[in-house]
Every structure is written in C-alpha cells, then in structure tokens.
Nanobody, 122 residues
C-alpha cells in the first residue's frame, strides 16, 4: 500500500504562489502515475493536474493551465504542485492521488492523501 501525505497548503493573497508537496511511502511510487484534485465546499472533487510515472507527461485542467505546474522527484518519492497567480476560486482542499493509470478521472486512482487546505483571499 502506498501512503500519501500532502503539505504546503495555507492562506495566500490573490496573485500569490504556493507549492504543494505530496510525499509517498510504503510502495512503488516510482511506477505510479500521480494526480492532483481539489474540492471546494459544496462542490464535487475536480481534476487539477496529472503526471505520468516518468515525469515526462503532464496534463492540466483548463482552469489552471499556464498557472500551475506539476512535477515529481522519484528519488525523493515526492510529487509537487507549483501554483502561481492564485485566484480566490482556487480555494479548496487539494488532494494528491496515485494509481496505475495516467488519468484525469478520480476513480482511476487507487491511493489518496488526506488533503491540504489552500485558501486564496481577494
């Protein structure tokens, strides 16, 4: 079993930046495709970004494309989400997930972290 722990969330003003980290343990992280999702209060969980196990392919939702960058360091068993030009509508709990499929669909992921809160003030 892979355990995932997110960190790096917090409160930031609009236009600011945050970098989320997701540390993995307990499994073959290197061969797992990884994804980031977010969920705002009263809304469904939403795809944010995905990265394949090599780190060479990434996919982003239209709402974050050009502002967020997903990367990974397999030597450190960690995946990152660099978030720039943050907007109030980015406010949500952010989750990282891992699985066998490179996918934008949350059901395709097998392992989930506990989430980290990101709040963007206007």
């Amino acid at each position: 079993q892979v355990q995932l722990v997110e960190s790096g969330g917090g409160l930031v003003q609009a236009g600011g930046s945050l970098r989320l980290s997701c540390a993995a343990s307990g499994g073959a992280f290197r061969y797992r495709h990884m994804g980031w999702f977010r969920q705002a209060p009263g809304k469904e969980r939403q795809f944010v970004a995905a990265i394949d196990w090599t780190g060479s392919s990434t996919t982003y939702s239209d709402s974050v494309k050009g502002r967020f960058t997903c990367s990974r360091d397999n030597a450190k068993n960690t995946v990152y989400l660099q978030m720039n030009s943050l907007k109030p509508e980015d406010t949500a709990v952010y989750y990282c997930a891992g699985g066998s499929y490179y996918s934008t669909v949350s059901n395709d992921y097998d392992f989930w972290g506990q989430g980290t809160q990101v709040t963007v003030s206007s």
